[in-house]
């Protein structure tokens, strides 16, 4: 079945960038939607078909697909940033939904 | 505004069954394609299954498929996820969400999860 590999942890000072990758086989036929998850709190989606951001999230929040790798880039990092972030597809081959591992965001 | 209320979680021995329920408000179920999908103590996040927006069809993954059952009450507007033959690694949060209405669409929409905790 399809794999999703992201960094179990990426950290960044406050105003810095950070960029969150998720590898995965020509993972730029796909589309890729990612999630925030704050502890004790469900997911919420943040990005969705690769670069499109749901209404109040906030620009600096952005997406990008192509080749065998998607990230996920948040600017000017904030300490409300600090969160699991997961990405997602769909398999092409049997219709499941497919997560990647996850990546802790801490902000220094 | 959508809200999805999980309910039904709880400590269950392995072999037994349990099921949780799912209420949706400000919106009809019946519209959308919905999930379940979990989540085990300090992992990441699994997809469980799908009912479609009509009913018709249901999916699994491969970790649950043949054990669960999703289902739902239009009446009700409840979702409902049927677990049987539970084992130690079920152990999870159990979120519903709601998925967008497209092709290949993202889960727009979760609720807050139930946990349920399988142990002898």
């Known amino acids: 079945s399809y794999v999703l590999t992201q960094p179990p942890s990426v950290s960044v000072a406050p105003g810095q960038t950070a960029r969150i990758t998720c590898e995965g086989d020509?993972?730029?036929?796909?589309?890729v939607h990612w999630y925030q998850q704050k502890p004790g709190q469900a997911p919420v989606l943040v990005i969705f078909y690769d670069s499109d951001r749901p209404s109040g999230i906030p620009e600096r929040i952005s997406g990008s697909n192509s080749g065998n790798t998607a990230a996920l880039t948040i600017s000017r990092v904030e300490a409300g940033d600090e969160a699991d972030y997961f990405c997602?597809?769909?398999?092409?081959?049997?219709?499941?939904?497919?997560f990647g591992g996850g990546t802790k965001l801490t902000v220094l | 505004q959508v809200q999805l209320v999980e309910s039904g979680g709880g400590v269950v021995q392995p072999g037994r069954s349990l099921r949780l329920s799912c209420v949706g408000s400000g919106f009809t179920l019946t519209s959308y394609a919905m999930h379940w999908v979990r989540q085990a103590p300090g992992k990441g996040l699994e997809w469980v299954g799908i009912?479609?927006?009509?009913?018709?069809?249901?999916f699994y993954g491969d970790s649950v498929k043949g054990r669960f059952t999703i289902s739902r009450d239009n009446s009700k507007n409840t979702l409902y996820l049927q677990m049987n033959s539970l084992r130690v690694e079920d152990t999870a949060v159990y979120y519903c969400?709601?998925?967008?209405?497209?092709?290949?669409?993202?889960?727009?929409?979760w609720g807050q999860g139930t946990l349920v905790t399988v142990s002898s």
């Open positions: 997602q597809v769909w398999d092409h081959n049997t219709d499941h939904a497919i």
């Open positions: 020509n993972i730029g036929s796909k589309s």
């Open positions: 969400a709601r998925q967008q209405k497209a092709n290949r669409a993202p889960f727009e929409s």
């Open positions: 009912i479609w927006f009509d009913g018709s069809n249901t």
